[in-house]
């Protein structure tokens, strides 16, 4: 077997007991809000995970007891040649920090190829790459994320799996659901000039190529400040959605793509990595990430930001919620549109955006 | 002069990596564990000029590092914020401030955490 250097990383956390959603609908008609969030939001239903590319296709995560409503509720709103599928038994595996290093997140995609995983739904958090997946698949994938990765907390699979098990006090102590008359956010920080890139492939089952391609764009220096992927319409394809920048060494901070175009030796990179694929690029975006509103305790938060953009009709390119942040992709000159009106919906400090290249 | 360096446990690694920046974008040098036990080994690796603590975490919860580190005369000076799930948003959890007032933390925020009070308790603490 090729031995790869294992990557020195923060931590693993694995979410059990969950129930996937994945929905599909063949037309692009603005549905997200009102067919998608809004019925979650009135039925209290809280989300642990929840990704969306315009399109629409989504992923949406809840608790198993909860995983039949969640459909339930879709399909009553659903266009008739939507695809909809409840995938019980379900669970949520992250790994953190990514540092937006794209040979973290490969590292972590060619894992879960090496332990033969279906995914369900990739997603990125400011901190996390988090991965739906078969609650039974748990154990392969963490036994070849530790064959990746080196973790502080954990010599072994076997001393991760055995340090799942808190104590009952804890278990009762544990539940702590948000409920403010407006949501806090801890930050929300812009990023301009961002690559959006896209995709579709015939299956998760190649997704080793595209964890060589990201393991590539790390030697160029690029950022990840973003990534999706879930199955597209019928399960038939699969959906990549994924943001570059430019690395600035030292710093958490992403520096836009100011000096030189990377955009054609992304695409070189990904034909070279994945045969077949015609990745599409649109550029100028923006990304805005709100770190920390504790989405996954709070029911309606995703349908109040959906509903928020939606008011000022900007268009959502991309959205992923998962451990406890929100990530969006919308067009670049509706940034300063979509950072008022944010500003104005959730309590929280918002940065100003970085200056553009030119500007 | 050195930077004051702030060590944050929490296992939420989104709520470690915010309050990472906005520490550090205010001069502090920040380390980073992800559950009670690792909070603990950092803490032996480099003693902090305050720790910031989550309650609610896997392995060993914030309340039992806080009594363990105020019962050692090595660590019980270290100045101990913990972030609480309690308060009016968060009527479902059955932590108390007592606990935390038990545990003799110099201060408790509430989650979610409120980037100014954070960032205002930890220079008062220094």
Same mark, same amino acid.
């Given at each position: 077997m090729e031995k790869f250097d294992r990557i020195k990383i923060g931590g693993l956390k694995v979410l059990e007991e969950g129930a996937c959603v994945e929905s599909s609908s063949p037309l692009e008609d603005n549905r997200l809000g009102p067919a998608v969030c809004a019925p979650l939001a009135q039925q209290r239903l809280n989300l642990s995970f929840f990704t969306h590319v315009a399109g629409d296709r989504e992923v949406l995560c809840t608790t198993s007891h909860n995983g039949e409503a969640a459909l339930t509720l879709l399909r009553s709103r659903a266009d008739p040649a939507a695809s909809l599928a +409840?995938? #019980? %038994? &379900?669970? =949520?595996?992250?790994?953190? #920090?990514? *540092?937006?290093? #794209?040979?973290? =997140? %490969? &590292? !972590?995609?060619?894992?879960l190829a090496r332990a033969r995983v279906v995914i369900h739904g990739l997603a990125s958090s400011p901190s996390a790459i988090s991965v739906v997946l078969s609650s039974s698949r748990i154990k392969p994938a963490v036994e070849q994320l530790f064959e990746h990765f080196t973790f502080p907390g954990f010599a072994s699979p076997e001393e991760f799996f055995s340090a799942q098990a808190p104590p009952k006090e804890y278990l009762e102590k544990v539940v702590a659901t948000y409920q403010e008359k407006v949501n806090k956010v801890y930050w929300i920080i812009p990023q301009s000039d961002l690559d959006l890139w896209g995709m579709s492939i015939a299956s998760s089952d190649i997704l080793a190529g595209f964890a *060589?391609? +990201?393991?590539?764009? /790390?030697? +160029? /220096? +690029?950022? =990840? #400040? !973003?990534?999706?992927?879930l199955p597209g319409l019928g399960g038939q394809e699969f959906i990549l959605s994924f943001s570059t920048a430019r690395r600035q060494s030292g710093s958490h901070r992403l520096e836009a793509c100011a000096t030189g175009d990377q955009g054609s030796e992304v695409r070189r990179i990904l034909t070279s990595h994945l045969a077949d694929i015609r990745p599409m690029r649109l550029t100028p975006v923006a990304g805005i990430f709100l770190h920390g509103p504790h989405f996954g305790d709070r029911y309606g938060i995703a349908h109040t930001l959906v509903a928020a953009l939606a008011q000022a009709h900007i268009k959502l390119l991309a959205l992923s919620c998962t451990i406890s942040s929100i990530s969006l992709i919308i067009r670049q000159h509706e940034l300063a549109a979509a950072q008022v009106i944010l500003g104005n919906t959730f309590a929280a400090p918002v940065e100003s955006a970085p200056a553009t290249s030119g500007s | 002069m050195s930077a004051k360096y702030i060590l944050i446990v929490d296992d939420d690694p989104d709520l470690v990596e915010t309050v990472s920046?906005?520490?550090?974008?205010?001069g502090f040098e920040v380390g980073k564990a992800y559950d009670g036990i690792e909070g603990e080994e950092a803490i032996k690796k480099r003693r902090p000029d305050v720790l910031i603590l989550d309650v609610m975490m896997p392995r060993k919860n914030g309340y039992e590092l806080c009594k363990e580190l105020k019962s050692n005369k090595w660590t019980k000076e270290i100045p101990v914020i913990l972030l609480t799930a309690v308060g009016e948003a968060v009527p479902t959890t059955s932590y108390t401030h007592a606990d935390g007032m038990s545990v003799e933390a110099e201060d408790f925020i509430p989650k979610p955490v409120d980037a100014a009070t954070l960032v205002e308790a930890v220079q008062r603490l220094l």
């Open positions: +409840l995938k #019980p %038994g &379900t669970s =949520i595996l992250a790994v953190y #920090p990514h *540092d937006k290093r #794209p040979e973290v =997140i %490969g &590292t !972590f995609i060619r894992s *060589d391609a +990201l393991m590539e764009m /790390g030697k +160029l /220096g +690029l950022a =990840i #400040p !973003f990534l999706v992927a | 920046m906005m520490l550090e974008s205010k």
